[in-house]
T-cell receptor, first 113, second 114 residues
């Protein structure tokens, strides 16, 4: 089955700095890579996703890159703000009848003033 | 409307009780999911229903029994649970056969087994 590794487990940045979270996956059949943000006591919320036919996707301060050859994908947050503080999960799945998402272990991002 | 609704939000049950978690979506999604999330851990897939049929069971103990009465509803029946089953139970839904199959999560049901 799929295995997703995520690093770092914790990340502390100053407000305005950039944050980068990296994930690797094992199953070459995986073709969909979402990122979820989970605030304390809340549900995971999709913030950005990328499909295997695209190398990079950007949405305002958030960008995701995908290297299919190396089986790496990364989340980049620029100009971080205190409200970016949360746990971020990467995930991978292959699309079919229904998605079977495998999550990374999570990164706790702390944005300090 | 990207809304998945779960009830109850909080549930405390004894080890001999029978209870159910309920989930509803009106996005026309034909895949629905149950995930379990323990503190400081990622969500773990439990069950997947596709077109109202169980398509994936991740070797979940039989004390958890899923049910999909129709394309909008998903239940999780609970019986003889253990304290270690205390967790956040997340329902989710997604389209089927759409490249990407974005999964939308409900708010979750916080379960405490005493």
């Amino acid at each position: 089955g799929e295995n997703v590794e995520q690093h770092p487990s914790t990340l502390s940045v100053q407000e305005g700095d950039s944050a980068v979270i990296k994930c690797t996956y094992s199953d070459s059949a995986s073709n969909y890579f979402p990122w979820y943000k989970q605030e304390l006591g809340k549900r995971p919320q999709l913030i950005i996703d990328i499909r295997s036919n695209v190398g990079e996707k950007k949405d305002q301060r958030i960008a995701v890159t995908l290297n299919k050859t190396a089986k790496h994908f990364s989340l980049h947050i620029t100009e971080t703000q205190p409200e970016d503080s949360a746990v971020y999960f990467c995930a991978a799945s292959s699309t079919g009848t229904a998605s079977k998402l495998t999550f990374g272990t999570g990164t706790r991002l702390q944005v300090t003033l | 409307d990207t809304e998945v609704t779960q009830t109850p939000k909080h549930l405390v049950m004894g080890m001999t009780n029978k209870k159910s978690l309920k989930c509803e979506q009106h996005m026309g999604h034909r895949a629905m999911y149950w995930y379990k999330q323990k503190a400081k851990k990622p969500p773990e897939l439990m069950f997947v229903y596709s077109y109202e049929k169980l398509s994936i069971n991740e070797s979940v103990p039989s004390r958890f029994s899923p049910e999909c009465p129709n394309s909008s509803l998903l239940n999780l029946h609970l019986h003889a649970l253990q304290p270690e089953d205390s967790a956040l139970y997340l329902c989710a839904s997604s389209p089927v056969g759409v490249p990407g199959n974005t999964i939308y999560f409900g708010e979750g049901s916080w379960l405490t087994v005493v």
